[in-house]
């Protein structure tokens, strides 16, 4: 898929005020400063769509982008740490829920792990609850490029061997960096195929 288009379109705190176009949703999360906003930026060939922070906790909302007028990307809060209080931390997570559960034109949600980090019980909380509601999702490793192929082999693997006692097929996984751009093909091409409608069999 060729990203011809992306435009910010406005942030969201409830699933009702999000657009209602009916157009196709990917969502993207992981735990804070995992490199949400330098993918999302990669994946549209911009440098800032979508502001990066060092700081983590910098998502507080949910965020569309219009894609070639086809489809929506929507930035959501990171989980994990961040420098916000609990209170705000419980904001985000009902809002998150609440939009996931909710959300009839949500596609797929992509998570976003560090390929660098041994599996994060957080993250295989996150995919274990999407796996509860009932949402497709795929995961992303990140930063690549700043550890060895093997370490990034290895760390996989792992995240593959925590999901095997819970999941009878593992999820789809792309490798990703925005140094190398790699994995930037695949997913485009994997979101391509997810609003492509399917040819009927003769």
Same mark, same amino acid.
């Given at each position: 898929?060729?990203?011809q288009?992306?435009?910010f379109?406005?942030s ?7 657009p209602k176009?009916?157009?196709?949703e ?15 930026n990669?994946?549209?060939n911009?440098k800032?769509l979508v502001?990066?922070?060092?700081a ?5 909302t ?5 894609i070639?007028?086809r489809?929506?990307?929507v930035?959501?809060p ?5 420098k916000?209080?609990? @209170? !705000?931390? #419980?904001?985000?997570t009902d809002?998150?829920?609440?939009? &996931?559960?909710?959300r009839?034109?949500l596609q797929? +949600?992509?998570i ?8 994060q019980q957080?993250?295989?909380d ?5 796996g509860t509601?009932?949402i497709?999702?795929a995961i992303?490793?990140?930063k690549?490029?700043?550890v060895g192929?093997?370490?990034v082999?290895k760390h996989? @693997? !792992?995240f #593959? ?7 009878s097929? &593992?999820?789809?996984?792309?490798i990703s960096?925005? +140094?190398?751009k790699?994995?930037?093909?695949d997913?485009l ?6 609003i492509?409608p399917k040819k009927p069999?003769?």
């Amino acid at each position: 898929m060729l990203i011809q288009s992306a435009t910010f379109i406005g942030s969201f705190v409830k699933e009702k005020e999000c657009p209602k176009t009916g157009l196709p949703e990917f969502a993207f999360i992981g735990r804070s400063n995992v490199g949400k906003s330098s993918l999302i930026n990669m994946l549209v060939n911009r440098k800032d769509l979508v502001k990066v922070s060092r700081a983590p906790g910098k998502t507080q909302t949910l965020n569309f982008f219009n894609i070639n007028e086809r489809l929506y990307f929507v930035d959501l809060p990171g989980y994990g740490y961040a420098k916000v209080s609990r @209170s !705000l931390r #419980h904001q985000w997570t009902d809002m998150i829920s609440q939009y &996931l559960q909710q959300r009839r034109t949500l596609q797929c +949600v992509f998570i976003l792990a560090d390929a660098r980090l041994e599996p994060q019980q957080s993250d295989l909380d996150f995919v274990n609850q999407l796996g509860t509601w009932r949402i497709p999702f795929a995961i992303i490793f990140t930063k690549s490029d700043k550890v060895g192929k093997s370490q990034v082999s290895k760390h996989v @693997s !792992l995240f #593959h061997a925590a999901l095997k006692p819970v999941w009878s097929t &593992l999820p789809v996984t792309f490798i990703s960096s925005t +140094v190398s751009k790699a994995g930037k093909d695949d997913i485009l091409k994997f979101i391509a195929e997810a609003i492509t409608p399917k040819k009927p069999k003769s």
